[in-house]
């Protein structure tokens, strides 16, 4: 059964290869593709930027680079350690203290996830899909998404950052698409990294690029004032850095210190601005007991099997494209729903919406695809040092670490992993018995 | 010159990357400039406070607040709310709304279900663009109450003022009608921010009128033996693009921009 899939799906890629192979439609996108990589390299932006390593605090940076010597703690940003170390983490500062049932059901998801990144380690991988247009990808992925980003703009008439209620005239299209900045600029910092490791740039050279791409990133994404955006650009393109060998693991744990404080930070900022008496400590707590509460809920309600059968799942598409049959409502919506709250979206964890559709079942499966597909980009990562693998490690483990708290519902975060998935899956080598 | 230089990267003969960030650069700084410099007084329905915030700088400095509110009706689905009307007070994370008829409504914010309105957007639109405090005696004694309102009349003619506003403590002396009947009376009048709790004495009804506008004041008939005003504050509001110069016993002229 599993051999005659293998087949199929080899027979289809062989025909769509063949036939674009020889389309007009490859031609026309390389030569875009060469035309804008051929602009970046000859452009004045690029030059520009070679000024700021004149600012590079060589002695300051040698000392850290002393300390991550000394304390190798490498093995904590191994996935199959981070992420039950996270989500522990995001129980234990919670203000609610979840049932037991929850508990177990974390605990199940945990275990499932580590399980798939164990077995997904079993992979070898060889040259990996795409590496050779990583930069050619990094610069369209950016053009695209930040051509977006102004078209979206335009569109909501003011800056949604500033002015939050313009995210109210945001075209759900064009943000999908300024949504792509952020795996441009991980792919970019990437690319840096493989030159880095090529030895084509030093390694003051690469750290201020790299740097200059988390801001320039960062900053883009911002504009549009969704918090989950910002805090995946700067942990995806921290990791990159990380994986990239441009930073050690003291400068990824500040940046992770720095999003959780920022955070807290922009949450104890508003709650003060709407008179409410919170510590600045207090905020994440609370945000996550919230959260926490909801699956507690759904939890004890529908804990064996689960009582919407997919359809919540489903809502991620049916939401987006209205010729797909199903839910309108987006799946953070029909949450809220169910709570009797009409006018907001509610988030639910990472397994919320997979326990209502299946209930732990469905949190056992789910964890254990997301532990296989990052456990496999994880190996590539290590195994091929390329920047399409880190780049995809980084993207979406810093989606799976967000998503503990914001759930993964949306469909370009959706299209991150199915796409991510298929390079890392065709870059493997096959077993041959 | 070619069109498409594929290899040198340039369209037109420049560089596209270059003048893809040079654009995007202009067009972020335009945005930015009108979002952060032209500030206006529109809010989101999360931002209850930040209006709320707005409003009392407004208010402390004699301005009428208008606003047009747009939001849901609270316990239904999909009845949307857009009028116009008077902002009273703002209570917790909440404003009070008068509207033309007179109604009182409660607008909450985007999330909120006590209240009547679930606000989406809300615009505050003061009455007057300038305002001017005048300098007053006090207290005064009116023979009637329509001689009152030909001394408003005439202060607000001399000064050549769009509207003129008062904040009192008036004593309608042995007034016909009670208490009760003159605060909702007062109370229905539109252009009249607030009306205290009426405080009755053996021959005398006492009201705190809030920022009333004079034409508000003289289409609303009371008959009394005399009146007495205590605690006055008048000001004199101009509707004139330009900035008035200050008229005489008045303090400066504010203008509502200043304030933001």
């Known amino acids: 059964m599993s051999s005659l899939s293998v087949r199929v799906i080899s027979r289809i890629e062989e025909t769509i290869k063949k036939n674009f192979q020889k389309s007009k439609t490859?031609?026309?996108?390389?030569?875009?593709?060469?035309?804008?990589?051929?602009?970046?390299?000859?452009?004045?932006?690029?030059?520009?930027?070679?000024?700021?390593?004149?600012?590079?605090?060589?002695?300051?940076?040698?000392?850290?680079?002393?300390?991550?010597?000394r304390f190798n703690l490498e093995f904590f940003l191994d996935p199959f350690i981070l992420f039950p170390l996270v989500y522990i983490g995001f129980v234990?500062?919670?203000?609610?203290?979840?049932?037991?049932?929850?508990t177990f059901s974390i605990l199940i998801g945990l275990i499932s996830f580590m399980f798939g990144v164990k077995i997904a380690r079993k992979s070898e991988f060889g040259v990996t899909a795409l590496e050779n247009y990583s930069s050619r990808l990094a610069i369209s992925l950016l053009v695209i998404g930040v051509f977006a980003l102004v078209l979206d703009i335009e569109r909501a008439g003011a800056v949604p950052l500033f002015e939050p209620f313009a995210k109210k005239g945001l075209s759900?299209?064009?943000?999908?698409?300024?949504?792509?900045?952020?795996?441009?600029?991980?792919?970019?910092?990437?690319?840096?990294?493989?030159?880095?490791?090529?030895?084509?740039?030093?390694?003051?050279?690469?750290?201020?690029?790299?740097?200059?791409?988390?801001?320039?990133?960062?900053?883009?994404?911002?504009?549009?004032?969704?918090?989950?955006?910002?805090?995946?650009?700067?942990?995806?393109?921290?990791?990159?850095?990380?994986?990239?060998?441009?930073?050690?693991?003291?400068?990824?744990?500040?940046?992770?210190?720095?999003?959780?404080?920022?955070?807290?930070?922009?949450?104890?900022l508003r709650a003060v601005e709407e008179g409410a008496g919170i510590g600045i400590l207090e905020v994440l707590g609370r945000r996550v007991g919230l959260t926490l509460s909801i699956y507690d809920t759904l939890v004890n309600l529908y804990w064996p099997f689960g009582v919407n059968r997919g359809s919540v799942a489903l809502a991620t598409f049916s939401s987006y494209f209205s010729f797909i049959p199903g839910p309108s409502l987006g799946p953070r919506t029909i949450v809220a729903r169910m709570f009797g709250v009409y006018d907001i979206s509610m988030t639910s964890t990472l397994f919320g919406t997979v326990m209502l559709d299946f209930g732990i079942i469905g949190?056992?499966?789910?964890?254990?695809?997301?532990?296989?597909?990052?456990?496999?980009?994880?190996?590539?990562?290590?195994?091929?040092?390329?920047?399409?693998?880190?780049?995809?490690?980084?993207?979406?483990?810093?989606?799976?670490?967000?998503?503990?708290?914001?759930?993964?519902?949306?469909?370009?975060?959706?299209?991150?992993?199915?796409?991510?998935?298929?390079?890392?899956?065709?870059?493997?080598?096959?077993?041959?018995? | 010159m070619k069109v498409v230089d594929i290899k040198e990267g340039r369209l037109l003969g420049i560089n596209f990357i270059d003048i893809f960030v040079v654009v995007v650069v202009a067009f972020l700084l335009f945005s930015f400039g009108s979002t952060i410099l032209f500030k206006d007084l529109t809010f989101s329905g999360d931002e209850m406070y930040s209006a709320i915030k707005e409003f009392e700088k407004l208010n402390e400095k004699g301005f009428l607040v208008e606003a047009v509110a747009e939001g849901k009706w609270i316990g239904t689905e999909d009845v949307l709310f857009n009028s116009r009307g008077l902002i009273v007070r703002p209570t917790r994370g909440a404003f009070e709304f008068k509207l033309k008829d007179g109604r009182i409504l409660k607008l909450g914010g985007s999330m909120s279900y006590l209240e009547d309105i679930a606000l989406d957007k809300i615009t505050l639109i003061p009455l007057d663009r300038h305002i001017a405090k005048l300098k007053t005696s006090p207290g005064y004694?009116?023979?009637?109450?329509?001689?009152?309102?030909?001394?408003?009349?005439?202060?607000?003619?001399?000064?050549?003022?769009?509207?003129?506003?008062?904040?009192?403590?008036?004593?309608?002396?042995?007034?016909?009608?009670?208490?009760?009947?003159?605060?909702?009376?007062?109370?229905?009048?539109?252009?009249?921010?607030?009306?205290?709790?009426?405080?009755?004495?053996?021959?005398?009804?006492?009201?705190?009128?809030?920022?009333?506008?004079?034409?508000?004041?003289?289409?609303?008939?009371?008959?009394?033996?005399?009146?007495?005003?205590?605690?006055?504050?008048?000001?004199?509001?101009?509707?004139?693009?330009?900035?008035?110069?200050?008229?005489?016993?008045?303090?400066?002229?504010?203008?509502?921009?200043?304030?933001?």
């Open chain 1, 92 to 102: 234990g500062i919670s203000t609610y203290r979840p049932s037991f049932l929850a």
């Open chain 2, 141 to 260: 004694q009116f023979k009637s109450y329509n001689e009152m309102i030909s001394y408003l009349k005439n202060l607000k003619e001399k000064n050549n003022a769009d509207h003129l506003i008062i904040t009192a403590d008036f004593s309608f002396i042995n007034s016909v009608e009670t208490p009760q009947e003159l605060y909702n009376k007062f109370r229905r009048r539109y252009l009249i921010r607030d009306v205290g709790k009426g405080i009755s004495t053996e021959n005398a009804v006492t009201l705190r009128l809030e920022l009333a506008e004079l034409s508000e004041l003289e289409n609303t008939h009371v008959k009394c033996d005399s009146i007495a005003l205590g605690e006055v504050v008048i000001y004199l509001g101009y509707d004139t693009e330009e900035k008035p110069e200050q008229p005489t016993d008045s303090g400066p002229v504010i203008s509502y921009e200043d304030l933001l």
């Open chain 1, 26 to 69: 490859r031609e026309l996108s390389l030569l875009i593709l060469s035309f804008l990589e051929n602009s970046f390299i000859k452009s004045k932006v690029r030059k520009t930027s070679f000024l700021f390593v004149m600012f590079y605090p060589g002695r300051f940076w040698s000392k850290i680079d002393k300390l991550n010597k």
């Open chain 1, 363 to 433: 949190i056992m499966v789910f964890a254990l695809i997301l532990g296989l597909i990052i456990g496999a980009a994880y190996k590539a990562t290590l195994q091929t040092h390329s920047a399409i693998a880190i780049s995809i490690l980084s993207l979406l483990f810093a989606y799976v670490l967000v998503g503990i708290e914001t759930g993964l519902v949306d469909f370009n975060v959706f299209m991150f992993f199915f796409i991510g998935a298929l390079i890392i899956l065709k870059s493997r080598i096959p077993r041959h018995y």
């Open chain 1, 172 to 268: 759900v299209s064009y943000t999908m698409l300024a949504s792509l900045i952020v795996p441009g600029g991980i792919l970019a910092i990437s690319v840096i990294g493989v030159k880095l490791r090529n030895g084509e740039i030093g390694l003051r050279e690469a750290r201020v690029y790299a740097l200059l791409t988390l801001l320039t990133t960062t900053m883009l994404i911002s504009l549009v004032g969704f918090r989950t955006q910002i805090i995946v650009s700067i942990l995806g393109c921290s990791m990159a850095m990380y994986f990239s060998r441009i930073l050690g693991w003291i400068e990824i744990v500040s940046f992770f210190m720095v999003s959780l404080f920022g955070i807290s930070f922009f949450g104890y």
